[in-house]
Antibody, heavy 118, light 107 residues
Framework: QITLKESGPTLVKPTQTLTLTCTFS??????????VGWIRQPPGKALEWLAL???????RYSPSLKSRLTITKDTSKNQVVLTMTNMDPVDTATYYC??????????WGQGTLVTVSS | DIQMTQSPSSLSASVGDRVTITCRAS??????LNWYQQKPGKAPKLLIY???SLQSGVPSRFSGSGSGTDFTLTISSLQPEDFATYYC?????????FGQGTKLEIK
C-alpha cells in the first residue's frame, strides 16, 4: 500500500523560504520509472503542478517557478524535499506530494495548507 | 506550455444521469491525459489514465476517451458519491498542466 504524507510549516512570512518534506512508504524511489512530485492548490482554485523528481535524479520544474524551487530526494529515508524561496501571499495553498508512475499521479498525500502572511 | 480547457466549468445533474465532461488541449498530447476526482477537503483521486484506462478500484461507470487534443470523461449513471470536482491533466510535456476543473453538483 502506497502512502505519502507532507510535513512542514503551516505559516510562513513573506520573503521567507518554505521547506516541505514528503515521507512515503509502499514503494522505492530507486525503482525505474518512479517519481515523486509536488502539486499545489490555492483555496478555491485549480491544481497547479510544481515539480517532479525521478528515480534517476532527473528533476523537472514549473518554468514559472523554476528560479524559486528546488526538489531533492533521500532514497534511504524515503523522503522528498521541496524548497520554495521568497514566499509571497499568493503562494498560500494546500501543497500535495504525490507518487508518479506511467505518466499519472496515482497516489497523493493528504496535503498541507501553507499560509503566507506577516 | 500546453493549456488544458475543460467544459463545462460546472454542471448540475441528477442521480442516474449520464454525464460527459470535455477536456481540450492547446496542442496534441497523444493519449497522455489523466482524469482526477476531488471531493471537498480531500486530495485528488486518479480515475482514468492514458485517456481511457480505468485505474484499479474505480467503478466501471467511469470511462474516458479521446486522443490528440479532445478528450471526454463519461459517468454512465451518476451515483450520490460522484458529486465532486473533476480535473483533467496532461503529462505529455513539461510543464505538466491541469484543467480548471468541472464542478458536478446535485440538481
Amino acid at each position: 500500500q502506497i502512502t505519502l504524507k507532507e510535513s512542514g510549516p503551516t505559516l510562513v512570512k513573506p520573503t521567507q523560504t518554505l521547506t516541505l518534506t514528503c515521507t512515503f512508504s509502499g514503494f522505492s524511489l530507486s525503482t525505474s520509472g518512479v517519481g515523486v512530485g509536488w502539486i499545489r492548490q490555492p483555496p478555491g482554485k485549480a491544481l497547479e503542478w510544481l515539480a517532479l523528481i525521478y528515480w534517476d535524479d532527473d528533476k523537472r520544474y514549473s518554468p514559472s517557478l523554476k528560479s524559486r524551487l528546488t526538489i531533492t530526494k533521500d532514497t534511504s529515508k524515503n523522503q522528498v524535499v521541496l524548497t520554495m524561496t521568497n514566499m509571497d501571499p499568493v503562494d498560500t495553498a494546500t501543497y500535495y506530494c504525490a507518487h508518479y508512475f506511467s505518466g499519472a499521479w496515482g497516489n497523493w498525500g493528504q496535503g498541507t495548507l501553507v499560509t503566507v502572511s506577516s | 506550455d500546453i493549456q488544458m480547457t475543460q467544459s463545462p466549468s460546472s454542471l448540475s445533474a441528477s442521480v442516474g444521469d449520464r454525464v460527459t465532461i470535455t477536456c481540450r488541449a492547446s496542442q496534441s498530447i497523444s493519449s497522455y491525459l489523466n482524469w482526477y476526482q476531488q471531493k471537498p477537503g480531500k486530495a485528488p483521486k486518479l480515475l482514468i489514465y492514458a485517456a481511457s484506462s480505468l485505474q484499479s478500484g474505480v467503478p466501471s461507470r467511469f470511462s474516458g476517451s479521446g486522443s490528440g487534443t479532445d478528450f471526454t470523461l463519461t459517468i454512465s449513471s451518476l451515483q450520490p458519491e460522484d458529486f465532486a470536482t473533476y480535473y483533467c491533466q496532461q503529462s505529455y510535456s513539461t510543464p505538466q498542466s491541469f484543467g480548471q476543473g468541472t464542478k458536478l453538483e446535485i440538481k
